[in-house]
């Protein structure tokens, strides 16, 4: 038999780190995040990361796990993954996995053969010159099926993407070996609440300072490219902070980008057909006690 994990997805501003923290309270779980900018020291307010208080006491795993100068790829999150989701089975714990990064779900979930391309360090400062319209063009280009599965405002992964492009001559399809069982929850929130959930969401994260944490971490030495780059929050206030938009821009422009990028992610989630979409709590407490009971 195969180990049980549990996933918890959703668009962002879902309330998916919530519902993993009362499944975790529940069942006797540990949390592993599933998002590619929480796994960086620094990016917390932006990032939504979840603090020691929400955590309620439940052990939470690949938070800060590196530092936003250094890029930290697929690959890397899906070996410390695993090793992650080990530790938690010796515990007699219920892993659960949780996040809005599809990518970093799927390596786990059905332990994608990644790619052995070794980084090309001469392109990779080629490319990072040029903006995500342009890398987009390139890699449809290169690969036209690749380009229709990725996310064309990640400069990362498109830039990733273009040089196994060009090294293998395109991206290969990813081999799938389910190392679990899994059971994937989705949160089913209606677009009113969404929207609402984001612009909420944006005025507390600011009033408690979001503007000071991208000031602080360019004071680190991280630049503003660097913070551009993982979107966003941190793409309007790094720009706010450089006088290039006004801060009614950068507020508008985030809750705009927030929307399209909801609106990706569950794109990306409806193509898997195992994912279980539920409402609340009480939907995803009686999947999960089915689950673990069979």
């Known amino acids: 038999m195969k180990p049980k994990i549990i996933v ?3 668009p962002t501003a879902s309330g998916k780190s919530d519902l993993a923290v009362e499944l975790a309270r529940k069942f006797e779980g540990e949390v592993i995040s599933a998002d590619s900018r929480q796994v960086y020291k620094g990016l917390d307010l932006g990032s939504g990361k979840i603090t020691k208080k929400e955590m309620k006491g439940v052990p939470h795993h690949l938070l800060d796990v590196v530092n936003p100068k250094k890029i930290y790829s697929v690959a ?15 515990k007699d714990k219920l892993p659960i996995i949780a996040g809005g990064t599809g990518f970093y779900i799927q390596s786990l ?14 392109l990779r400062q080629e490319l990072s010159k040029k903006s995500t319209t342009e890398l987009f ?10 380009a229709k599965t990725i996310d064309e405002q990640n400069p990362h992964r498109l830039i990733r993407a273009i040089e196994i492009a060009k090294s293998l001559g395109q991206v290969p399809t990813l081999k799938k070996e389910e190392k679990y069982e899994s059971l994937q929850i989705g949160i089913k929130i209606d677009f ?10 944006l005025a507390k994260r600011l009033k408690v300072g979001m503007i000071s944490e991208v000031k602080k971490l360019h004071e680190t030495g991280v630049t503003w490219k660097r913070l551009e780059s993982f979107g966003l929050e941190y793409t309007f206030i790094a720009r706010f902070l450089q006088n290039k938009i006004s801060r009614i821009e950068m507020m508008e422009s985030i809750k705009t980008e927030s929307l399209k990028y909801a609106k990706r992610q569950m794109t990306w989630f409806k193509k898997d057909q195992r994912i279980i979409w539920v409402k609340n709590l009480k939907e995803a407490e009686k999947l999960t006690r089915k689950f673990l009971q069979k």
Do not use: C, M, W
């Open 8 to 10: 918890i997805l959703g």
């Open 76 to 90: 890397e999150y899906q070996k410390t993954g695993h090793q992650t989701i080990i530790e938690i089975l010796k």
């Open 109 to 122: 979930v059905d332990n994608l053969s990644l790619p052995n391309v070794q980084p090309n360090k001469k």
């Open 137 to 146: 063009k390139i890699l449809k280009k290169l690969d036209s099926k690749r």
């Open 192 to 201: 009113k609440t969404l929207v609402n959930n984001i612009s909420l969401r």
